[in-house]
């Protein structure tokens, strides 16, 4: 027991470190932003995907954004993807592709299996270009943002490009003031360290682009995987391509308003998650391929995030076992520094690097909230740690996942 | 004291201090004081016209002013509804010039002028000016920003501090320290020892290139976007080497340092994680990256990008670009040497400087 209690003390002193890596890295160190200088460049044609379901209250918006980017209108085709939506998603579409003539080609996918990554695969019939940029129905892109998500791919390295995502309706309440908080604190800081450090930025799977000769070559998308974007991430990887990140390309996205939904959205993505950790972690740490050392060891910590959440809480029990057992793992001085530095240090981490992340932004008052984010912390834990348990009694049990669309807040158009 | 009282006491003291932390909390969260969603740029693209744009409308209500004081030859001036004090000049008046420029005891004071305007040398002018007609500058003279409806030629060891845009020819001669964004929709040559940051026109002359570097004589026929994706990939890890007069048919991504040699023609784009050396006369169709440093030239031909993530070195006679299809040269550190040619944007993130020899 008290070598498990080791491990996984030691596990988390890793993330600890890692935390506080990134962050000094952001602070201090040399930041990369290699591609955002190109504004002026021969464009290459670029087909603009909009996964769609049940999207009638935003959809609209992610359109007439779309309408308004400065890119050669020649060269960018916006295809909405409508995925089996029954509610007013297609009758908007079809509105817009006939206001905008040429500009806009619908796909209706009326069957099939359930998820963006089998809509996404479905609708690759209907692209014909080297550069896939990729958006959720409730995002709404800025003028500059096509030409900043399409420059990277002047790279032949770079197999896939992530932009930022901004809470647009961040002062809602407190639970949106907090996703904030961590939207900010995984980008701004996060994100962007991995960037400068050459590590690996994740695919988030909208304000994204795709290189279609990369996405061949690695079999397309795959429609089994709950996160298609961690499994794209991990399948460019292993395939000798890049992901890069784009700190300054940032595009407002609507945060849940709701803790029910909250809790469905971040134990999808945990699922997903631990699916991508269980299929590559391996093959990514010891397998014959061409990521570098760092990749290696910064991808098996990014894929090992959301199981860090029922490794804490086993901790925590196995922690107070022992002490109930009488059992010292650690004596005198040793125990009391021990304790002392991971007070100051351990478990202020993570609220560290948002408290950085929101003075890069230039944001001031917001940083009062962070005593708040225990509690998101706590609900995260604990949904993710239900996740994780659900996704061991499915395999068990053989139940096929349900996949769950994020609520949408906004008012219809 | 009675034991519950003392426990009471305690309880209330401990539950103080676990909420002490979070008055400054609940203070945020009641008066909502930084609530607003973090500012994205959703209108504007980044263009390096911005600030020129911005300046035009700003000044536009002066116009009817500025032609009335053209047509009767005289100067007028007044105060903005910012504030913001003006001289409008209908003739030019040197001696008056010298008032408004700071080192001569003046105050500072937005500039616009109607017609030819050539300013004094060794003069600072802290705010914006506006020329309708062509503007010529002395030596050593310091500028805010100008806008100027046709050519801007700056005089030796002159300083911008924001940005210029000419809608004619911008020139600066030797010596000028270029530190914001400079724009013209014709032309922009820079003298030797100039130093830059972030310039756009249809094209860019170091120093006096030959003319026929800068005519379109040799353009592309086939844009370079047309081949994105439908070359094969040469992936080689370790540093790489492409044999003088090769053609390769291919993009190509070394991991490691990569040396082009004189006189080979790559059909497709190159990147290279460490250092890249183009040698004389090379020819590239796609983008030239490099994660590192890049020397380039001379009288090499690069239709694509070019992308230096420390340094980038480029030799005379170099074309970047073309008429038909400009391009991007960026990094943080730039050297350019006399006779390189940039059809579009050239963008020093931290310094960029013209050299006699790279």
Known sequence: MIAVLYAIVFVICVYTARHYFFTLNRLFGFQRHPYIDIDTADWPPVTVLVAAHNEEKVIANALSALMAVKYPEDKMLVVP???????????????????YPGRIRAFHRVGGKGGKAAALKD??????????????????????????????????????????VVPMNAGTNLLTRLLDLERSGGYQVDQQARMNLRLVPQHGGTVAGVRLSALREIGGWNENSLTEDTDLTYRLLLNGWKTAYQNRSECYEEVPENWAVRIKQIMRWAKGHNQAMVTYSLRLLFGNHRATLRERIDGTLLLGVYAMAPITLVGWVLALSVFYEGVAPLHGVIALLS??????????????????????????????????????????????????????SDLITGAEFHWDKTERFRKAM | MNSYIAVAALISVASLLFMLPLVPALVELHRKSDALPLVVVQQNAGEIRHFANSFRSYVKNLQPILQSCVTSGTSDGGILPDGAEYVVLGRVDEALLRGFAEGEAGHPVLIMAGVDLSVPPSAKFSKDIYAGGGFGGGEKNSYRAILGEREVS??????????????????????????????????????????????????????????????????????????????????????????????????????????????????GSVKSVKDMVIEDGVSVEGSLISASKMRVGPNCRIHGPVI????????????????????????????????VVVFGTLWAREHGHVVAKV
């Open chain 2, 308 to 339: 230096a993530e420390r340094e980038l070195s480029i030799a005379g006679g170099t074309r970047c670009g073309t008429r038909q299809y400009p391009t991007t040269v960026s990094a943080p550190q730039i050297e350019v040497e006399e006779g």
């Open chain 1, 123 to 164: 609708a690759m019939e209907l692209v014909e270009t080297e550069v896939i940029l990729i958006f959720d129905a409730d995002y709404i892109p800025g003028a500059g943002l096509i030409k900043q998500l399409v420059a990277p791919f002047f790279d032949l390295e770079v197999g896939g490009v992530m932009g930022r």
């Open chain 1, 339 to 392: 304790l002392t530095a991971y007070a100051a240090l351990g478990n202020l981490a993570a609220f560290f690097e948002i408290a950085a992340a929101s003075r890069l932004d230039g944001t001031r008052q917001r940083i009062c909230l962070l005593p708040f984010l225990i509690l998101g912390f706590a609900v995260s834990i604990f949904s993710v740690s239900r996740a994780a348990v659900s996704q061991v």
């Open chain 2, 154 to 267: 700056l005089g030796v060891g002159s300083e911008v501090l924001r940005w210029v845009h000419a809608v004619g020819m911008f020139t600066a001669a030797y010596g000028c320290n270029l530190y914001g964004r400079i724009s013209s929709d014709l032309g922009i040559r820079l003298g030797d020892e100039c130093s830059f940051s972030r310039m756009n026109a249809p094209h860019i002359e170091i120093g006096r290139p030959a003319a026929e570097d800068i005519s379109s004589t040799e353009e592309m026929t086939v844009p370079s976007s047309a081949n994105a994706g439908k070359l094969p990939r040469l992936l080689h890890d370790g540093d790489y080497e492409v044999l003088a007069g090769q053609v390769m048919e291919r993009d190509i991504v070394i991991r490691g340092n990569l040396r082009i040699r004189a006189g080979a023609r790559i059909c």
């Open chain 1, 81 to 99: 993807v409508n995925d089996r939506s029954t509610d007013r998603t297609r009758e908007i579409i079809d509105k817009f592709v006939t206001e």
